[in-house]
């Protein structure tokens, strides 16, 4: 519950993240029919990027501040740097405010579709629900996230996605994740999911892929981005996310484009290695 997402708002973990999300969605977008999306660990939705916390730690910097300001970005990182630019006001100009998930979603929601967002921590909710106001397209519910995959799945538009970004104070949070996808897509097995997680040291990753490789789920894919070595146990060495029943190509796309954000989030000391990015099919494809 002490877990607070400003000191950490737009670092390299929410641009992998983001643009993941916002490739996902596009991909929903493609058909007439209406989606939900469920942001069970959602935040605030909208940090400033100047306020205390953010500079004190200006993890954002090395993040969405390595893109802001890209001339000709590829496609798929460009539009998430349209909605990030949207919620700016302009595409120039120094950054003040960083969109969340919500805030992303909720973009990218079109009339007929619909978002749900949970969150836990009281002061995050009650700055979530003023942000969110009276939308009749939005649902805020002060709970427990993983409560909310039993509440809201499945959802009445039978299409959406359910993405699951746990604050990572618990020990166990990633076997916690994987019970809640296998839950998850017991009830929504048409949904997409998708899981962020952090990474610090190899141990604890495979024992979650795993897990998942065991869980029975078909078609899970693995995408990684590492600015920084993964050996370092003081320091993130980057983030990953698995994504459950993916959009056909997803993985070709995120092959296309990791390369280019890879370069351009590198952030290395002299003598380390690279950055490093990584798609992979855990379950099946090539997997």
């Not at 877990?3 to 993941?20: E, I, P, Q």
């Not at 983030?239 to 459950?244: A, D, Q, T």
């Not at 092959?255 to 280019?260: D, E, I, T, V």
């Amino acid at each position: 519950m002490n877990y607070r997402h400003h000191f950490h708002a737009g670092n390299a973990g929410d641009v992998l993240k983001h643009l993941v999300l916002v490739l996902l969605l596009q991909h929903l977008r493609r058909k007439p029919a209406p989606f939900c999306v469920l942001d069970t660990h959602a935040g605030r939705g909208l940090y400033d990027l100047a306020g205390a916390a953010a500079t004190r730690t200006g993890e954002h910097l090395d993040g969405i501040g390595r893109l802001w300001g890209w001339r000709e970005p590829p496609p798929g990182i460009a539009e998430y740097l349209e909605v990030v630019a949207r919620v700016h006001g302009a595409a120039e100009g120094p950054l003040r405010h960083y969109p969340g998930s919500p805030t992303i979603a909720r973009a990218l929601l079109r009339p007929q579709d619909r978002l749900i967002l949970c969150e836990l921590h009281p002061e995050e909710h009650a700055a979530l629900r003023l942000q969110i106001g009276r939308d009749p397209q939005v649902a805020v519910h002060h709970m427990d996230g993983y409560q909310g995959i039993r509440a809201f799945l499945p959802p009445k538009e039978r299409r959406g996605l359910v993405l699951v970004d746990p604050p990572f104070e618990r020990g166990d949070e990633l076997a916690a994740a994987v019970a809640a996808l296998v839950e998850g897509h017991r009830r929504f097995a048409g949904g997409i999911f998708a899981i962020w997680y952090p990474i610090k040291g190899r141990a604890t990753i495979r024992e979650f892929e795993a897990a998942l490789r065991g869980s029975g789920i078909p078609k899970v894919l693995a995408v990684e981005l590492l600015p920084y070595p993964d050996d370092r146990p003081d320091r993130l060495g980057g983030s990953g996310m698995v994504i459950v029943g993916p959009p056909y190509r997803l993985d070709e796309a995120l092959r296309g484009l990791l390369p280019a954000l890879a370069g351009r989030l590198d952030h290395r000391d002299a003598g380390e290695a690279p950055g490093r990015w990584r798609v992979e099919w855990l379950v099946g494809e090539s997997g």
